[in-house]
């Protein structure tokens, strides 16, 4: 019997064709790259990079439990890629988590208006309001938490005042709509991809990627000699045609993220005050230049000798100034200046409500759209009216306090930042519209209506002729924009005039500090008030009277839980103290809550230069604690610089002269004398002070 092999099985093994090779090697290809990009940003998160810092950081624990809490300029920071070494800032506030019982939080949230500018913290809109406030409702806390940010457009806003829902806010006030066009993700800084919400929520995604932040932090960065301003260096385009869809576009961004914000407070059941901005309209001429298309050479030169000739004629004739530029605009109704000249005129022959149309309309043309056009203010009211948000018509309001309808330099210190009166007037509106809220926000309208007059306000908050002068140097800087001086000559010329009257008429020691305090150095850090600066002149007099005022008001235009604040609490409690004979029971409680500031700063490690512990003791030393402002002081002694020692020392003297340990004080001096060189005249009169405490001996 014979017996032979099965046959094999045929092989059901497929061939694959060319396309489904490439199809798999496509895929290895896009598994491995996805593998590589995870390993490469779990590199970049691992070396720190990703992600976005917070606006509002949790930074310590108080004495009494609560998680002390402060914004920070990094989180704003992050919004400004393209320019992140000179980025928008905010006024660093702090607050208590949980909040305290009664209190009344309110968040302010927007541009550089929204913050105040040009004037400090303690003179701006949010600071009359919280003052306000605390006038309508005497029984309870209020805090008005201000995170407006310098050239932000609308959805930075957004992103900051969502962070600080997390913080138990009962009020957020939006007063935004001035950056859409070239603030940090307008329309025109982002150039294309700035003109739709989903991109621009794109590209804040993406750019949270760490390899994103990777590539950007070792690229070149922003050039910090640059000697433009922040909005002008963020400027894309520097000409935006009346007719541009992107003026469309701007409008359209406002309109979805302000009412992104309104439905994000409403899920917290948060209330919302929505505040279209008002903008100078009567007092500047369009920032622009633009030459219409559509007009031919030789016509274009003809607009220009009409508007030469109407610009030329308004003072003397203004009716045949107007009959020039209704000539201008039969060639080109698009022209900006053509209807600014015309609401001159018009106002000029008496014609103030066809003026203030004028005015409007030229706004609404600015080839710089550095005022929000009425499309935009438009946008806000709608994104207000179609939700739960209560709106507060900024606009129509400073029109209707306005000569003629017209807003001019009444209100505004610029094109869109408000005058002091101006600051107090968005305050005042703002309580007369919590008439329209309910529970705990409500405002009686009756209690608005007997509210103080604004300057009493001015007065009680510590507005002084130096604050004037800061905030016209800051419209003399501004007035130095080249397309500014270009377009609005008289705008420099106005500031300077006022800055200079203002030196003028200060004594000289004041006047000094005026021209010391433009100088960066004199700063070193954040901008130091210019009140604080004046005082210590005043104060180096003995002229106590007139340096309290200024020392208080300084001490509140300077950030919480900070050297400059304890500094200036100190000061204002010394010149009190040398007027009064000694410190009333309000003014200890002052020292005290600066002796609570100051040793939280030094527990934390946040003093470098021993200045926290030279004012906290000295502070120390005026409630009588004298034992544990010793001990404060000797802590800082070696951190501080040679004439910080010095100062420190006599304190130290004076501290030991109090509990009458005179050999500990005479050994401090006694090395002063041998050690310090130049500051021996003062080691001496530490001397004259110890002998005449025992008695002259």
Not at 353 to 378: G, I, K, L, N, Q
Request: aromatic share 8%; charged share 20%.
């Amino acid at each position: 019997m014979c017996s032979s092999d099965p046959p094999k099985p045929r092989s059901t093994r497929r061939r694959l064709g060319p396309w489904q090779k490439r199809l798999i090697l496509l895929a290895f290809s896009l598994v491995v790259s996805a593998l590589v990009l995870v390993a490469t940003e779990g590199a970049c998160r691992l070396a720190g990079y990703g992600g976005y810092p917070t606006t509002f950081q949790k930074v310590g624990t108080l004495d009494n439990g609560a998680t002390l809490v402060m914004t920070q300029h990094a989180g704003p920071g992050s919004y400004f890629f393209a320019s992140r070494s000179r980025a928008g800032s905010l006024d660093v506030a702090a607050l208590q988590m949980p909040k305290p019982t009664g209190t009344i939080r309110i968040v302010l949230a927007g541009g550089s208006a929204a913050k105040g500018s040009p004037w400090s913290r303690h003179l701006a809109a949010s600071a009359f309001l919280e003052a306000m406030l605390k006038d309508c409702w005497p029984d309870k806390r209020v805090e008005v938490i201000n995170i407006g940010t310098t050239a932000i457009a609308s959805f930075p806003v957004l992103g900051m005042a969502s962070e600080s829902l997390r913080y138990d806010p009962d009020l957020v006030i939006a007063y935004l709509g001035n950056n859409e066009f070239y603030g940090a993700y307008g329309v025109a800084s982002l150039h294309s991809v700035g003109r739709s919400p989903a991109m621009i929520r794109f590209i804040r995604a993406a750019r949270s990627l760490g390899i994103a932040q990777f590539i950007d932090a070792h690229r070149k960065g922003f050039d910090t000699s640059d000697p433009r301003t922040l909005m002008e260096a963020m400027v894309g385009r520097a000409s935006i045609a009346p007719d541009d869809p992107i003026r469309a576009d701007a409008a359209r961004n406002l309109e979805t993220f302000v009412g992104d914000l309104i439905d994000r407070c409403s899920s917290r059941d948060v209330a919302v005050i929505v505040c279209p901005p008002p903008c100078n309209e009567r007092a500047l001429a369009p920032l622009g230049t633009w030459t219409d298309p559509a007009l031919s050479s030789e016509q274009q030169t003809n607009l220009q000798s009409l508007l030469a000739r109407a610009e030329a004629a308004l003072s003397a004739d203004p009716a045949s100034a107007l009959a020039s530029v209704d000539e201008a605009l039969q060639l080109s109704t698009k022209c900006a200046l053509a209807h600014y000249l015309r609401g001159r005129a018009l106002e000029s022959l008496g014609r103030t409500e066809a003026a203030a149309e004028a005015y409007r309309a030229a706004v609404d043309r600015d080839p710089m759209p550095w005022r929000p056009p009425t499309r935009s203010v438009d946008a806000v009211r709608r994104a207000a009216k179609s939700s739960a948000a209560v709106l507060c018509d900024l606009p129509a309001i400073f029109r209707a306090e306005s000569p003629g309808g017209a807003v001019g330099w009444e209100l505004m210190a610029d094109h869109v930042h408000p005058s002091l009166q101006g600051q107090a007037l968005i305050a005042r509106s703002i309580v007369s519209a919590m008439a329209a809220l309910s529970g705990p926000l409500h405002v009686a309208p009756e209690s608005a209506a007997v509210l103080p007059a604004w300057t009493a306000y001015a007065e009680r908050l510590g507005a002084s002729v130096y604050d004037e002068y800061a905030a016209a140097h800051a419209m003399r800087t501004l007035g130095k924009i080249p397309f500014f001086m270009e377009s609005n000559p008289g705008f420099l010329e106005r500031f300077d005039n006022r800055c200079r009257e203002i030196e003028a008429s200060a004594p000289p020691n004041v006047a000094a500090q005026l021209l010391a305090w433009q100088d960066p150095a004199s700063h070193k850090g954040d901008w130091r008030p210019v009140d604080g600066l004046v005082a210590q002149a005043l104060f180096g007099q003995g002229e106590y009277a007139q340096a309290e005022p200024l020392f208080d008001a300084a001490r509140r235009a300077v950030a919480p839980y900070g050297s400059w604040e304890l500094q200036y609490t100190a000061f204002t409690l010394y010149c009190r103290g040398s007027l009064q004979g000694r410190l009333t029971e309000q003014d200890l409680a002052l020292a005290q809550g600066a002796v609570e500031r100051g040793l939280l700063l030094i527990r934390n490690g946040w003093s470098s230069n021993g200045s926290a512990e030279r004012y906290t003791g000295e502070m120390l030393a005026m409630l009588g604690e004298h034992a544990q402002a010793i001990e404060v002081l000797r802590a800082g002694r070696n951190a501080a610089p040679e004439e910080g020692r010095v100062a420190i020392d006599g304190d130290l003297v004076d501290a030991y002269v109090a509990i009458r340990q005179f050999d500990a004080a005479q050994s401090i001096i006694n090395t002063g004398l041998q050690t310090s060189g130049r500051y021996a005249p003062y080691y001496a009169r530490m001397a004259e002070r110890v002998r005449a405490a025992q008695g002259g001996r």
